[in-house]
């Protein structure tokens, strides 16, 4: 059974930073995309960062110059350092990996979700 688990949300004031933390754990053959996806109320999901296994990022217009996302493949963890944050990145972000976890079957698989809230 794969599992990712988040953690690193929390309330922070405009202008500050956090950093999300995910790890798959579980029977892993290999890992391809990781991600971060945020959904904020009364809006659709949306892809905030991905990056590729051998370390291509890709960011959301709204988001690049001030967040960055990074990964160990060795520990199976992806890590979206969020700074300048702004009220408008209030959201529930969800942590993504694209993974093989029986042999010949690649699937996605979705975190719990964490909190961020952006407010003074």
């Known amino acids: 059974q794969v599992q990712l688990v988040e953690s690193g949300g929390g309330l922070v004031q405009p202008g500050g930073s956090l950093r999300l933390s995910c790890a798959a754990s579980g029977i892993i053959f290999g890992i391809n995309d990781m991600g971060w996806y945020r959904q904020a109320p009364g809006k659709q999901r949306e892809l905030v960062a991905s990056?590729?296994?051998?370390?291509?990022?890709n960011y959301a217009d709204s988001v690049k110059g001030r967040f960055t996302i990074s990964r160990d493949n060795a520990k199976n963890t992806v890590l979206l350092q969020m700074n300048s944050l702004k009220p408008e990145d209030t959201a529930v972000y969800s942590c993504?990996?694209?993974?093989?976890?029986?042999?010949?079957?690649?699937?996605?698989?979705w975190g719990q979700g964490t909190q961020v809230t952006v407010s003074s």
């Open positions: 990056i590729t296994s051998g370390g291509r990022t």
């Open positions: 993504n990996a694209v993974l093989t976890s029986t042999p010949g079957k690649r699937r996605d698989y």
